[in-house]
């Protein structure tokens, strides 16, 4: 268990529609990054957050926002989805720090299918 | 920029060793590696830093060619349960860590 928690496990939805993905961080853990993994594909990454505040944007469309709360957990947020975006979402989280010379720690993912 | 990774497949026997590439167009300062199981979530090996190398296990090393901006995954006497897909991640530019494309390794008995 790498103590990093995604929620749901299992999204199935329509075309068009709106899901939000959830992730709490690892106790302690200040910095939250959101990948995207489809279907034997590699970990394309999509945003990362640092207590709060946004600090690094990948190739994340512009359907897709996300933000951090106080608290610390994040929320990725899907609309106007689209059949591509089925795939595996994952969240990670990394040490106060959110340096790249730290490892992350990733979650067990949100399976996102959209039919 | 995306680090290419090589090979994209590797089939082994147990016992055989592999090595597994990285190479980035961009100076490095550090590399990471995890390896991902079927199913489950992507999980840390080892960070090789800039003037440095760290090792993470005992049968897993890795080297970091700084110069030649690439890095090698090494697996000696590969057993069954290092089967799985070894993705390498690289700085992205500000604070971003992208992955290769991912290396898939079986082992067979």
């Known amino acids: 268990d790498s103590g990093v928690t995604q929620t749901p496990k299992h999204l199935i939805t329509a075309t068009g529609q709106r899901v939000t993905l959830r992730c709490s961080p690892r106790?302690?853990?200040?910095?939250v990054y959101w990948y995207q993994q489809s279907l034997d594909q590699g970990l394309q990454f999509l945003i990362q957050?640092?207590?709060?505040?946004?600090?690094a944007k990948g190739n994340i469309l512009e359907r897709f926002s996300a933000q951090q709360f106080p608290d610390l957990h994040s929320e990725l947020n899907l609309s106007s989805l689209e059949l591509g975006d089925s795939a595996l979402y994952f969240c990670?989280?990394?040490?106060?720090?959110?340096?790249?010379?730290?490892?992350?720690?990733f979650g067990s993912g949100t399976q996102l299918s959209v039919l | 920029q995306q680090p290419v990774q090589s090979p994209q497949a590797v089939i082994l026997r147990e016992g055989e060793d592999a090595v597994i590439n990285c190479s980035s167009s961009k100076a490095l300062y550090s590399v990471h590696w995890y390896r991902q199981k079927h199913g489950e979530a992507p999980v840390f090996l080892m960070i090789?830093?800039?003037?440095?190398e760290q090792k993470g296990h005992e049968k897993i090393s890795a080297s970091f060619n700084e110069k030649k901006q690439q890095s090698s995954l090494y697996l000696t006497a590969s057993q069954l349960s290092y089967s799985g897909t070894y993705f390498c991640?690289?700085?992205?530019?500000?604070?971003?860590?992208?992955f290769g494309q991912g290396t898939r390794l079986t082992i067979n008995p």
């Open positions: 957050y640092y207590n709060g505040e946004e600090r």
């Open positions: 090789l830093l800039k003037g440095g």
């Open positions: 991640g690289t700085e992205g530019g500000a604070q971003k860590l992208v």
């Open positions: 990670a989280s990394s040490a106060q720090a959110g340096r790249l010379n730290e490892k992350l720690f």
């Open positions: 106790s302690g853990d200040l910095s």
